[in-house]
């Protein structure tokens, strides 16, 4: 059996709360389980994030925090985003729609000349075993 990862506590969840009583529903919390889980399956196969495109502006994580971390942070603050991934050569992405629940993940693309473990990481991802 895979272990399920728990997401942190967002910074930018707390500061909605606060500000505005939002708490996370159900779907919400499954979103995080599912991209902090994805987050960790790609860590593992060599490729970390390296920056987020929310349509309008690409911004490259800072070097100097923890990745997984700033991405969520990121993300969970867009309707929809573009991460992209490296591993020091190639720069695969993954497109999440947010409010889309389970199906958080809108799609992904990676180099048809050298898939490997990118391909292998998100063919592989059961987004429906995190719910």
Same mark, same amino acid.
């Given at each position: !059996? /895979? ?11 707390? !500061? !909605?709360?606060?500000?505005? #009583? ?9 979103? $995080? ?25 690409? /911004?490259?994580?800072? %070097? ?7 991405? !969520? ?10 991460? /992209? ?6 720069? *695969? ?9 389970? &199906? ?10 050298? *898939? #490997? %473990?990118?391909? $292998?990481?998100?063919?592989?991802? &059961?987004?429906?075993?995190? #719910?």
């Amino acid at each position: !059996m /895979t272990t399920i990862l728990q997401p942190p506590e967002l910074e930018h969840d707390k !500061m !909605m709360a606060a500000q505005f #009583g939002t708490e996370l529903r159900a779907n919400d919390r499954r979103e $995080r389980r599912i991209v902090w889980n994805l987050l960790h399956a790609l860590k593992a196969a060599g490729f970390t994030p390296y920056s987020i495109d929310d349509t309008e502006e690409d /911004t490259r994580l800072d %070097e100097a925090q923890d990745p997984l971390k700033q991405t !969520m942070e990121l993300l969970f603050n867009l309707d929809i985003a573009q991460v /992209t991934f490296t591993n020091g050569i190639r720069l *695969p992405w993954v497109q999440f729609v947010m409010g889309n629940d389970i &199906d958080i993940i809108s799609d992904y693309s990676y180099s048809s000349r050298a *898939p #490997g %473990e990118f391909e $292998r990481v998100m063919e592989s991802f &059961d987004a429906e075993a995190l #719910g």
